[in-house]
């Protein structure tokens, strides 16, 4: 790394996941834009071709008009050649198959549990869990040995765990995780100003909140514009519309099938009087089963919709292995366009670039005070040289305690589990969530076929 | 109070709810059974005449036989009469009457939602406590103006809110809460110690636990008899005794319907490892409504019974009004037993005559370190001259957190709903317990009809 | 006040202690200079001339060239006058006369007790902070009960306790205290970056601090200037000027005599490894007596200089008031230059104008984990419209903790003096306090004297 | 271990240090007056001579009369055979030799430091660490290795040093501290109930205290018998004694050179409200140097004596030389008598033969809320089966934090010192303790000196 008239070069990023279709795709379309950091991106996964493919893609990316910097790709084939010497580290990687996502999201659909999404919490979240925490013990031993002063960054999911297990392993990393489900909250509250007051070029990072909660289960106890009580504009707008949103606020490429009507976010604001700052698909799957998600219908009342594994795989996997071709082959030319995410200001930020002040995961040193230190969670952080100090976001209030401590006792839980290989232990875990409205007998029965229909990653666990 | 040759004379113990049946006779009994202790207990009661039996059966406890010490009574009209100058408090009240007992337990019913007792958590727990808080917020307004330096002893049920208020209202207030839950299940290792290995003579306190938890859902992290580890006891007998106890462990007078199996404790041990202490009817409330409560089927297959207020009114009301009557008559002569409860002995703790640990309700100051600061929580506590200091238990295991952190969160959401005496706040609440199996809509209906059966105590809140 | 097209107009500035000379004319120069907020600035001064004086010189600022800005003066004779409908409260005053400050900082000598400053530790700050406590906690008690709401900022020292004293009555009070000595090591920074690096217009807030500790005796644990370590930077300046600064790095009118040559600092940084973020002559009175105060030699080697009240009167206050009758009369014109404080920054970000991070003084809710909550500790905090929020500074470093949780120790505990007027317990700590190297019996004769001395603003004390 | 009959026999206890004269002689004859258990005792120790001497005596102390068990006794030539299969450790050395001991109390008086122990904190104390820790790491890696769940019990000072470092190198050791100081308080409160009340026969453990602080600058933050506080009774003393006790309370052959008057300790409660529990030649060394040993005169006046290690050497040492061929021989018979100390009794709560409580130094969990987790501190705890656990001594009282913190502090440091083997940071905490009154220059040359004069046991140090 060389810094030189403002500008840093020769950078090292190690991507391990290089080869994903979406995330890498945003993350150099990003690193282009940004003038004054150029570098190396070592590509890592198990996918080679992937990977193959995307320093292709990577290459292009140089040459797009509009390019303000150039990167170099090269296909890493182990951990140790894309770590040893990086300055950052990105893992964005998709912990087993979409076989697996199909057990985790839909097997429990027989007996009567729906998941809108299925990997963070929940009987499918509990087992992504279980087979993600070996892969981010790997890494985070790899990490130690190779590129230990190296600053990384999570993109994957389940977002708490894996940030948790890479400090379990290595209490000493630089790490945090990264989610841009706030930002969507932050992009309705663009919305809503322009509606209510007309006001254009609003950036999101102009609305101010305060962050508080888990990942997926974040919430805000304060949000302002200027002078503006965002609060106070909610709650108008809620009045105003009891049917929610004509559409969703957040219309990226990641938003997955149907547009959402923020209702269960507003439901949930007129009974706890904070905003819950994730998707809805999200937000349900941590109430009770009872509340949004009984069943599809129920589903569908709330305004939202289930992610099914068909639709990932034949509207987005499929389109973009199309797009991959294409984008290599030069039929369809690569854009320019910001994709949202805060990675590439967060990697400026750390090198001295610029200083922002934006929410990450991070293991609790005390920045909530009332949830279990060590405990990972969600909260606004600074972002200056070298260092990502969380900013003190005050207690969970009452209301939310019971909802969120479940929570985090759920993920603490889940992380001892799968750090001992021991599914005894995951089990107990997975009756107390509350999606798993079935009887004892019944979720003994879920539970072992999830299993079994995930055991090719979970060797360790019935070694055992 | 004087303190004379090892013995404490003139005493003034106010007792409020001191009509009542069944707890005022065990204190009565315990109270003559003390041979260094003696005074005067007042009697302090919305039901004057109960008071007035009390105040003649206490006196004829003088008589019985083995009566080692002399207790005056005296009925007090008014909170001041009772409290002023009183060295102890004494606080076992029914919050509203059968009416209002009838709705917390059975209203939810209709509903699907069935509850062995129905008076801490859950529905009925928490309509229960709505009402219960400002009779506690009036006795700790009235304790800090008369009698501020006095040892406050709570039986009431909810437990942890009634500690709770009075420490809210009063923060500098001498308070604690004492229940015989965890006594049950040290008579239970009395019983199987005997079992396998013959020992006689056992007192209930020479097995040695490590209590953490809240009221009704404490757990035992260790568990001793002299040398023996009584985990591994319980895991044998676990193992030999697939349907559970022949007959309760605890069988005096105020074990509630039906004799139970322990087989909720035992399933609740084989998938967690720490030792549930509390009645099963009690454990079974505070977890997922599918696991134990589906249905009153549900319920017997695991063993234990539901104590429907009926039973309440019947079997218990009826029978100990007969008894006073008898008592008074002298028809039925008093007898002299130990009740098992710890009060009496605690109070001479209190006063200097002896040592003592035990387990009782206290504001976590640290005592679990995981948990809430304030927060009422259960764990062992030393018991000396003029101070009761918490025990250090050690954080809850992670596999408990999820269950025990929720519903802390629980009861301290609701204090705040209650000291606002605001029913939105909680209904937010009401929702959020996993007894709560129903949708948002019907529990907004079962909330209403129980707000509205028992709105009489429920002014406060319904004036907002 | 009233936002209209990106500017605040109409806001209402209560200043007590409106009096200043110095202090509060900084701020008039510096609101002036804001372009996007207007009022009214209500002064408050128990001398009234002074304020009556301050009216017109703040009138005078709104006609300086370059005033961007209209800000109406009004005295006002009483805290009420001041304070209703404040949306800002500033607090500068001088506890006492220059005779208690002769006392404070002379009196010590004949006991061979020199004090640089004598304002915040030590004899003098000791005997200064039992006056100040019940002047604050009149100003607590009338801004609860006239501006609730309204942002206060104090200045006045000892900046600890009287922010201390401000929560103690109103702990819902959203005060925080501010101070420039932090800001004076950051331009050390900014002058050794262009020495070494030849880096011109580096501003102050480009250097990026953590900061920890307590007011006069803040530390960093991390200094960066975009990439530059400045750790490494001022480690290759003590090896390379053994002697100390040539000058100072803070210059402007608020330095008291003689420049320091940061000497003391740096033997600190040499021991510590950690960067003191105060002036020498603060620093010294927060470490033993023997080390950098044991007699006026002493200071002069070390390269500072004793700040004498005789001074204060004679180059001080006697310039100033010459300056106000010349700023009055219109013979010395007044100039707009920014003061290097951040006070008018903070109130534009807290009305939303811009977001900032600073170093603030603020009761410990976790941002400092290993200090006991509730102490009044120095760290960074980011600004926002209307809240202030704490970054996470971490634990203070084990080789500092002795230093810093003495002095947290010491001043916990002269705010329960002062708050019980308890002059003995006053003593208690005066003898504790690193820089009374003194015999017990001699600290008391001295105390006694410093009491009597200032008599007159202990009277509260003395009934007792 | 067997366990028959409430009995535990076949017991295996290593004693590092096993050549103590004193300690050892003490465990020894306490080991026969318990009834309830037997075993062997395996004495290592570097002066293998020694423990062969002590082999022998203790063999003799199964004929004393009046011996309830039986005990064996082994020489262990390594630490291996000393721990393999150990039940409890015994660890009581001295660290290094008369020697350096020499240098530690008595090289700082030529600077005019004068240390009345010298083994704990100043500049002997802190010597005498840095020898120490890299002895205790052995011990711990040892204790991790051969015998894990051994129970280990520290009498060697630097105590709150000895415990940090088992914990730091092995922090899942079932290790504590034993230090008789606050039993003698306990004694002085036997003496003077007997005094002002008559009352005889009252057992030291009688008393009931709650113990806040750290070794050997421990304080009573109540003291009770039975109903009588203790705290009003010590004033009335107090007052009543201005020239502090005639005789010492603490009268066992532990009590070194002469009889302290306990004025120190008076002084101290007269200005703090709070008793301190040390004897007064320790207490002083936590105060400032011109308390109460700014020179031997001062110690005198006080009313307390310095131990020189010329007595040590001279009165103790030879002596027990003398005694041990004497008890060897048979020239000097053994006898029976409760040595006071609480080890036995620890050892036999921790068997489950009883309960009991009493102070000891265990990491802080909470104990001590508003001290830093993980620093060593002195509260009470409840010893049963297999478990010691701190009781909540509650928050430091704000007048003593700043003396109490300090001290953490500063062990805090010294223990990063030491298991880093930095002279320089060791010297960085040493001119921080109240008792370094010289120049920084002096400390310089002293900690120099004194470093020189151990330096056979810095080896470690020296090299880096």
Redesign the interface.
Known sequence: MK?EN?K?SELKIAYIGGGSKGWAWALMSDLVQADDISGTVYLYDIDRKAAEDNKLIGQKYNEVEGAKSRWEYEVAHDLKTALTGADFVIISIMPGTYDEMQSDVHAPEQYGIYQSVGDTVGAGGILRTLRTVPMYEEFARAIKEYCPTAWVINYTNPMTLCVKTLYRVFPEIKAFGCCHEVFGTMKFFVKILQQYYGIENIQREDV?V?VIGVNHFTWLT?A??????LFEVYKKFCAEHPEGMPQNADDNWMTLPGKTTERVKM?LFK??GYIAAAGDRHLAEFC?A??YL?NLD?VKEWGYGQTPVSWRIDAILKHRIEESKKFISGEKPLELRPSGEDGVNQIRAL???H?M?TNVNLPN???I??L??GAVVET?A?F????V???????VP?????????????Q??I???AAERNL??A???F??D?Q?????KEARALFDEMVENTKEYLAEYLQK
Chains 1, 2, 3, 4 share one sequence.
């Open positions: 810094y403002g840093v101010k305060n304060s302002k514009y200027k002078h503006i009580d439901d009974r706890y009770p009872n509340w009984d129920v090198l001295g670039l200083e002040i040193v005390g920045q005070p009332n279990p230190l606004n600074i200056r040289t070298d260092e100090r969380p900013v003190a976001a005050g207690n009452a209301c939310l305690y019971s909802m969120i401590a479940r929570i985090v006792g759920e603490e839980a992380d001892e589990a005894e232990k089990f107990a875990v009756v107390t509350p798993l409205k079935i009887s004892l």
